[in-house]
Each structure stands twice: as C-alpha cells, then as structure tokens.
C-alpha cells in the first residue's frame, strides 16, 4: 500500500455476497492507496456449510430491577451452561466472579453495590455472553 491514510478518515463502504465470495464495494473514499487495497485483497471465501451454534444458554434474571439486589439467576436448559461469571458496572470495574459449577439455579448477592446498570458476563470453555441488567 503506497502512502499512510489519516485514521480519521475511514471512507464508505459496504459488502456484497456472490456465492461462497465476500467483496468489499468502495463508495466514496478520499484515501486512494485503500481504495486500490480492497479491490485488490479482500476478496474472501466464505465457508458454503452452517455449523450449529452451541450458545451459552440464557438464564432468566429476576427481579429485574431488583428493590434489594439480590437476583436469582435461572437456566432452563440442561446443557451449554456457563462455568462462570462476572459482574461488570457501567463503567467496566468487575465487581464480582463466581464459578457456577454447572448449576442452573443460582442467587447473585449485589445488595452491597448501588442501584445502577450493570453487566452479567458468563462464559464457559467455548464462548463468552453477556446480558445487561438494573440493580
């Protein structure tokens, strides 16, 4: 790529799917060295079969908000349960880590920590997830 392009400028592009092929279509971009990059290196194959997702499951969160903040955590599938979680504030602090050992009932204290909006960040060996919720 010949000459660096300033990072504020980022151009206007979308993609388009043909087949088993993703191309990146340029629609306005000031930065000349990119336009020349993605016409010329981003052609990529995409994988023609679906593989099955096998999410963390979705616990139910209630109460949600919770007057006394204390919340009881509930998955209703046997399988894909998450190892462990976190609990994130707005601002990103972790506030809170617990193995859950497959369990799918579970009682999350944060009686200690303010009302607020805060973050459930479960994760097991495969994936991560997380759900938003108000204390």
Same mark, same amino acid.
Request: net charge neutral.
């Given at each position: 790529?010949?000459?660096?392009?300033?990072?504020t400028?980022t /151009? $206007?592009? !979308?993609? =388009?799917?043909s @087949?088993?092929?993703?191309?990146?279509?340029? #629609?306005?971009?000031?930065?000349l060295?990119?336009n020349?990059?993605?016409?010329?290196?981003?052609?990529?194959?995409?994988?023609?079969?679906?593989?099955a997702?096998?999410?963390?499951?979705?616990?139910?969160?209630?109460p949600?908000?919770?007057?006394? /903040? $204390?919340f !009881?955590? =509930?998955?209703? @599938?046997?399988?894909?349960?998450?190892d462990? #979680?976190?609990?994130?504030?707005?601002?990103?602090?972790?506030?809170?880590?617990?193995?859950?050992?497959?369990?799918?009932?579970?009682?999350?204290?944060?009686?200690?920590?303010?009302?607020?909006?805060?973050?459930?960040?479960?994760?097991?060996?495969?994936?991560?997830?997380?759900i938003?919720?108000?204390?």
């Amino acid at each position: 790529m010949s000459g660096l392009c300033p990072l504020t400028d980022t /151009g $206007i592009f !979308n993609f =388009s799917i043909s @087949a088993d092929t993703l191309r990146f279509n340029v #629609i306005h971009d000031t930065c000349l060295s990119r336009n020349d990059y993605f016409h010329d290196h981003y052609y990529l194959s995409l994988p023609t079969f679906t593989e099955a997702l096998n999410l963390i499951s979705m616990p139910d969160v209630y109460p949600n908000p919770s007057p006394n /903040g $204390i919340f !009881n955590l =509930s998955f209703t @599938a046997n399988s894909n349960l998450p190892d462990r #979680i976190y609990v994130y504030t707005v601002e990103g602090r972790k506030i809170r880590q617990e193995n859950l050992d497959k369990q799918k009932n579970y009682i999350l204290n944060l009686q200690s920590f303010a009302s607020g909006i805060y973050f459930l960040v479960m994760e097991n060996e495969k994936e991560k997830r997380t759900i938003k919720w108000l204390r």
